[in-house]
Every structure is written in C-alpha cells, then in structure tokens.
C-alpha cells in the first residue's frame, strides 16, 4: 500500500502540468469507529491520527485529493453501554489509502485573495488495513489469528476474516487561504466499509473447547469475558451489519512549484549586453 501512494506521488510530482496546480501537505486529527461494540456515538474513544495530503486542482471548483492516513479505532461495551453484559472492548490500528474527488461550493484557489475560502464535500475509494487487538492481564494479543468466532476450526469450518479490506469514504471540509502559498482546513469523513471485522466481532458465540483445543486457550478467554455459561451459539454481535470509521481534524497543504517561468535574459545575453557597451 506505501509503494503504490509513493509511485502515484512521484508521478505527479514529475509532472511539469501537475505540479503547477498542486498542493502537499499534513493531516492531524483522530479516528473512531462506528460498529458492534460503538454502534451509534459518534467521537467516542477518538484516538490520534495523521497524515499526508496530496491535492492536484483541475479549477476553482473541482480536486482530486490523495490521502494517506493512519490512526486507531477502539470500542468497549462498558463504555459505549450497549451490551454492558457481553463485556468486550478492542483496539485497532488503521492504515488508509485512498483517492477521493473535492467540490467545492465557492470558487476557490490557494493564494488568491478574491477567492479566499469555501466549504466543499468529498467522496472516493479507499484500501485499509486494520488489526483488531485485545487486552488481557496486561498483555495486547491479535484478534484474527485467535478464531474467536470459529474461525481456522475443523468443527465450524469458517474462514479467517482478511485484514484489508476496501471503504468508500464521504464526508465535508472547510479550507482557507492564509497567505500565498498555505491553505488551512478542517475536515470530517466518514468510511462505510465492507468488513463487519474491524473489532473481531459479528456472529455468535461458538464453544468454547473448540477453541481452547484447535486454536489457543486464550482464544476462548477472549472470545467470551461475560462471565456467564451456556452462552453457545447466543448472538455475540449484529452480522447483518457493516462497520465504520473516521477521521476528523485539520489539514495545512502548501502550493508547490509555483514558480513561472523567468522572462530575464540568460547569463550569456547578459555578457553579450555589457560587451556591446
């Protein structure tokens, strides 16, 4: 996934027409995530995030921005309070590339005081990776290869879930001219994802000697810290449901090769002006 932003950067970047309409820059801001064990609180558990921000201006109106972020997701029951009983929580890593398309509501363009600011929404497609983790008497083990729903057991037969996965992200800004050549703005996104993964958890609970015998005996801790029995094929979590996540923060990009193209004499015009004198 970094090969690939970096070939597409240094394509752009080596191209005289691209870059004179072209801006880099960094985001800062947080990620959360919207699912299973946070299905409706927006912000909750929001943990640090940042990037590197790619735009290419085709006019005042229209943006093709490249983003490549990264941040971590969380969720607990005890906070969010929607399943207090089923007692789980996570935290996850997520590396996010993707392309997306700005509209801007005003005309705008980097520099220029007659055009000083504009809201704008955006769209696209992105590539995440993500890697769901639990904690455990002070100890941090990865979810997926555990099987904590069934998974990698002869019994229940099922398949490890992938750990990248593709999003469709939508959301709004807001950017501003400060000075020539920086552009300030503040931005949230939301991602709708494919994966119902994110936080290890989507069907029912399996038995737990299954676990315990064909994975690792922590996998069946893990998988069910209710503290209650008899829980064997009882919803565990929602599968006809997908997860979500999000960035929201600021983003500061610079205009780059901006310089046109000098209409001075070269140095041996020069010598050949004072010769003549």
């Known amino acids: 996934m970094r090969k690939c932003f970096i070939i597409v950067l240094f394509t752009l970047f080596t191209s ?7 801006e880099i820059g960094l985001f800062l801001g947080g990620s959360y995530y919207l699912g299973d064990l946070n299905p409706k609180w927006h912000f909750v558990l929001t943990k640090p995030a940042f990037g590197i921000i790619y735009r290419y201006n085709f006019n005042q109106r229209v943006t093709l921005k490249m983003d490549a972020l990264y941040g971590t997701v969380a969720g607990n029951d005890a906070i969010s309070k929607t399943n207090t009983l089923r007692n789980l929580s996570f935290k996850s890593p997520i590396i996010e590339i993707s392309p997306n398309v700005e509209i801007n509501f005003l005309p705008y363009q980097i520099g220029n005081y007659k055009l000083p600011f504009t809201t704008y929404i955006f769209g696209g497609i992105a590539i995440f990776k993500f ?8 100890n941090y083990y990865h979810l997926q290869p555990l099987g904590t729903e069934g998974q990698r057991t002869s019994v229940y037969n099922k ?3 992938s ?11 807001f950017k501003k001219n400060i000075g020539k050549y920086v552009s300030f703005g503040l931005e949230w996104g939301l991602r709708k994802t494919f994966t119902d993964y994110i936080d290890d958890v989507s069907s029912q609970y ?5 676990l315990s015998s064909e994975n690792r005996p922590i996998s069946a801790t893990l998988a069910d810290r209710s503290g209650t029995t008899n829980n064997i094929g009882m919803q565990r979590g929602n599968s006809y449901t997908k997860d979500w996540y999000s960035y929201a923060g600021m ?6 090769n901006d310089k046109k193209k000098c209409k001075c004499p ?7 002006q004072k010769r003549k004198k």
């Open 16 to 22: 005289q027409t691209f870059s004179q309409k072209s």
């Open 131 to 138: 890697d769901p983790q639990a904690s455990f008497e002070g």
């Open 159 to 161: 398949k490890p879930y």
């Open 163 to 173: 750990l990248i996965n593709f999003s469709i992200p939508f959301g709004l800004g």
């Open 206 to 210: 399996v038995d737990p000697s299954v």
């Open 251 to 256: 983003i500061v990009t610079f205009k780059i």
């Open 266 to 272: 070269s140095y041996r015009e020069k010598e050949y």
